[in-house]
């Protein structure tokens, strides 16, 4: 059902690339041993480094280059945080039970699980089909009544037991905990890093010097407790994400190094051709591929603002760097009932796999609302100062709480009200004095709890005053990375069979990227190549490089096939050549070309370090280097 | 009440340094806006760099140079993992509360600040001051009524309200949580990474073809919910870790490369000192530094095994590179009774802050407990095959269940008795046999629950098998890094204050660990420098080289104490001589030694990486570009 801009790899087998990820240990279901837990995975040695490797090329794109301020906060956050974020009351999905053995469904996926089945049954009818498809088109702005009503209409039922399943239940997708010994601090795991920035926005500005706009990024760990999750690396329940908030005056989100990547071309796939898309479903027939893209071509300006946009750019720049398929990615855009309600616009980096579209990096403009929620929530105010061309007078009304009456009527509550009255506006103010003048009484809401104020209880006080800042709330732009899902596309991005020979797969990692950079092969078991051995592992320790060396007794071809299998992009060589003279030399095979040169030990390391940064390419080495001659490969 | 084997820095000023750490934002409080949370901190910029780096010099120290396996694990950990572990029963502290507001205190750190609050009081007896010494050398071997009866016989009460205590209650340290929506799948967040390491212990030992040795690691988050943390980053509730799981044959732990560190000079603090300094407690006056020292060196082979012995010297290049002061630090071995049972042989790297002796690494020989009790829990084999010198004939009995009686009789639990009757030794079975011949009734044991088996659901099979290997479950020694541990006796040890100007504190970093590498300063903020920034930049970020640009108005000297402060090596200078001619120059201030040379942009990044990395010193670099001197310094 997901329609792609680019074509499939014909060949791809799913199958056979989960073996070569299981049997080479890139990752695997974490605590087998015990049964397994479903959603959560460990890395093993291949995938460790693959991933680390991502991670600073991360760190390296975004945090170095754009002069980001890295922070890393804690995984347990308090509930007022996440209460004060809208998590604690709205980041759930809902999920339906199994009436007899409470077993949990989530209710899209059994939805978009029971049509897919209904569609491939052919003694379903064409009308059923058609009205099938018409809820998979409508799914996602689906609320709990309507998916209540699909699946009563369709009498859909556990796909396990065949029992009947109970009306949709909001599930918060939070991992609950408690933090100290006395069980009543609640906390939770993160949901997202975001928070743990938006929280120290005042450090963050006050260590920028005050200035906007400025970015911060946090690489760290997310939790989320999915129903039942499912697709490996692509949902699962603890994960590694990159995130970054970009505050920015909320008047001028123009960027400065804009024209940098003006020129650049990325897939755009726009709300109105999304839109289109959902109608399309509707009636198959009536929109070709041809006529989308041509309508593609009419939205190009279709990013609501140049920050947005420069990230939007330099996420596709990213992507590519670390090898993903350009013809396999594109930017959609949310409908409007896609986009939490405050976002102002969001494009998803969406990467075809195996799996279809999967969204894998956000990229959304949420405008001030994070830090105007922790205002509201600490009072503490969250703002930038912004220079005024010239100063203004402006007339100030505020309401001063009289304390001492104040505590006798509300007691406790008094410290609130107070604060509740610190943050009025001054239009708020005069309309509160307009009350309290009229009916001798305003009545406060905080929260939805009203609290009636009496005149007494309040002075107004007015003047006027010159102003040479304006306080603003930054809006904020955030691109935010899901490295797990990356990293998955990259893999099945990467993965190859030799033609003519489908057994023999591998995969082609770029050598940024690639978890092992060399291989080093003596030619034979002989004593004699040990200390050039020793030479080569000195040489790229002192590079940082990581290596394998494969001194077992296969033919060196057959060396070669093991290595290519796990991406490793030089082979280096030690024969009997290399030791015959000092300073010793060796062979680098680039296993993409599979073209060898042959030079010394000492250069070793400044030339794949070099390759490896791509501050050279295999042809420089090449025309820098003698050419050698294989016959084993 | 700390001994010292080195001397303190005489004008270490604790708040100074803590300034400066809270004002460039090293690290601080989370959740601040929000009142805060006792023992979470995040960190800025400043401390997210000197932590990656540190991380990253770990991972080549120690992964990339040993060839370990390196794994990630997720924090999310099943209770029945760590049921297996004894972290479930037995990781815990024993706290007291406040008997009126139920305040909670840790029992032993309530002991030890209420004593030493006593031996400060001029109006405590000279005898009461000596059972209090004396109690605080033992207390470390306290269990709950040890420290009850010292609590009722001091009258120690709350140092906050006066009020009673209760008793020592065990509080168990991991923060629980439950996986999936139905509530009933209890989980732990990890409260060490290890676990994770012995749960793929068949996955590892696969990827290493079988062999042992081998070691695997992890870098990654641990969680502790400790009663009521204190100081600092010292005593945290989540805090990044790095262990190592060393697996060997249990018959042979001799390491192939001892020979490389076994010159290496360690400061030893074996169990005998270590008892001796209990021993000094009592009566002061006994026993004299000298003393100590001489025992010592009688002492020097005191480590139980070359591999403990090599990781303890690794660990000591590892702190000495990131820039911890090698006076102050020093190998603790453990008393017996501090010791887990299982462990062989314990040894801490302690080093010297403001707050006493810090343990900051642990290197343990935990012998093959956690295999064995992974393997006990699910009935999975951890175990090598060694080869043995020549085949060898055994006998074998068995006890095979006949599982259809053994269904009848117990039903659900017929599945774990085999289980239990499959792990039984050849010896165990022997005796079973004799008992089901005697008395007709073998009395199984699982957990402490009696099964009553009798003959007729046993089969004992007898034969005889050539053997040419034999399952060994390996040994475990684990070096155990705490990272901000580490970084934060780096921060004090690198704390500097100019001589005869206190008020101008800076941090002296090593390079390879500094934050920012390099500081890029125009000499004034004419237009004509714009170029020549660029231009350093670029070649900066060519070679992944962090630089802080400062063109703020500042006189130069005033700028580079800007950068001394927060710990930055290099100084780059762009001066009008710089943009003169092409190619472009520019000059290196050398932080520590205030020299400085001219070089040109396109040396830059070779030359610098080459410094941070080691592969160059800063002598080799004045010898080869010119010297340059500045007036503005």
Redesign the interface.
Known sequence: TEISLAPKEASFDRLKLEDLLKR??FY?Q?????GG??G??????M???L??NMLQEW??HFI??EGM??????????E??LKASGHVDRFADW?VKDVKN?E?FRADHLIKNSIEKLMNDKKVSADVKRDGEDVLARLEGFDDKDMHEVITRFKFKSPITGNDLTEPIA?NLM????????GD?KAF?RPETAQ?IF??F???L??NQGKLPFAAAQIG?G?R?E??PRQGLIRV??FTMCEIEHFVDPEDKSFPKFSKIADQKLVLFPHVINWMEHQRRKSPSEMLLQTKMTIYIMFQKTVANETLGYYMARCHQFLMKVGIDGRRLRFRQHLSNEMAHYAQDCWDAEILTSYGWIECVGNADRACYDLLQ?YK??N?K?VAEKKLPQPVDVDIVEAQANMALLGKSFKKEAKKIQSALQQMTSEQVTSLEADLLSKKLFNLNINGEAYPLTPDLINIKKYSKKIHVQEITPSVIEPSYGIGRIMYALLEHSFRQREGDEQRTFLAFKPLVAPIKCSVLPISANDQLVAGIEAVKEEL????L?YKVDDSSGTIGRRYARTDEIGIPFGITVDFESVKTTPYTVTIRHAETMSQIRLEVSELGRLISDLV?G?QQWTDAQAKYPKFESTTD
Not at 69 to 78: F, G, R
Not at 541 to 544: G, W
């Open positions: 080479r240990f695997d974490s605590f087998a041993i015990y837990v479903t959560l995975y460990d890395f093993g040695p995938g460790c480094s991933k680390a760190r390296k170095l280059e301020l890295e922070v890393d906060c804690t995984s347990l956050t308090p007022p945080v999920m409470g949990c599930f991992f609950p905990t408690q933090i100290g010994p006395t601090f795991l743990g929280v120290n005042k450090r963050l006050e260590f760990l939790f407790n129903i039942s329940r603890e922790h929530a600490t503490v969250l320790s002192r590079y940082e990581s940064a501050r």
